[in-house]
Nanobody, 133 residues
Framework: VQLQASGGGLVQPGGSLRLSCTAPGATLENYNIAWFRQAPGKEREWVSCINRADGRVYYKESAKGRFTISRDNAKKTVYLQMAYLKPEDTAVYYC???????????????????????????WGRGTLVTVSS
C-alpha cells in the first residue's frame, strides 16, 4: 500500500489543522495507522495511533487532549485533527501503516506512551505543519 499524507500548512499558535492519510486503491481499515512527526534537527517521534482491531486510540502525552485520530472507512481515510497548536508542533507529519491488529505501544520510563518507528515499514510522504505567528 502507498500512503499519502496531506492537510499541512501554516497556522497561528492556538489554531487547528486536520491532516489526512489516504491510500489510493487500498483500504486503510486493514491496517493500524500511526502518525509520526519530525521537527527540524530532531529525530522522528510518534504522535498517535489507531488500532486496526478495535479502533482504540493512543496519543503521546504532549498530544493528548489536543489531537484526535479517527478513521472514516467509507472515505478510506485516517485523520489527525490537531487543535490548540503550539510552535513546538512544527514538523513534517507522516502517516504509517502496519497490518497487525494492535498498535505496538510502549510505556517509557517517564510513563509516557511511545511507538518505535521501526514497527512500521509502510510510510507516506510527509506533510509540513508550521505553527507560527
Amino acid at each position: 500500500v502507498q500512503l499519502q499524507a496531506s492537510g499541512g500548512g501554516l497556522v497561528q499558535p492556538g489554531g487547528s489543522l486536520r491532516l489526512s492519510c489516504t491510500a489510493p486503491g487500498a483500504t486503510l481499515e486493514n491496517y493500524n495507522i500511526a502518525w509520526f512527526r519530525q521537527a527540524p534537527g530532531k529525530e522522528r517521534e510518534w504522535v498517535s495511533c489507531i488500532n486496526r482491531a478495535d479502533g482504540r486510540v493512543y496519543y503521546k502525552e504532549s498530544a493528548k487532549g489536543r489531537f484526535t485520530i479517527s478513521r472514516d472507512n467509507a472515505k478510506k481515510t485516517v485523520y489527525l485533527q490537531m487543535a490548540y497548536l503550539k510552535p513546538e508542533d512544527t514538523a513534517v507529519y507522516y502517516c504509517a501503516a502496519d497490518k497487525r491488529e494492535l498498535c505496538r505501544v510502549l510505556i517509557t520510563p517517564d510513563l509516557d506512551l511511545d511507538i518505535r518507528s521501526e514497527e512500521y515499514d509502510t510510510w507516506g510522504r510527509g506533510t509540513l505543519v508550521t505553527v507560527s505567528s
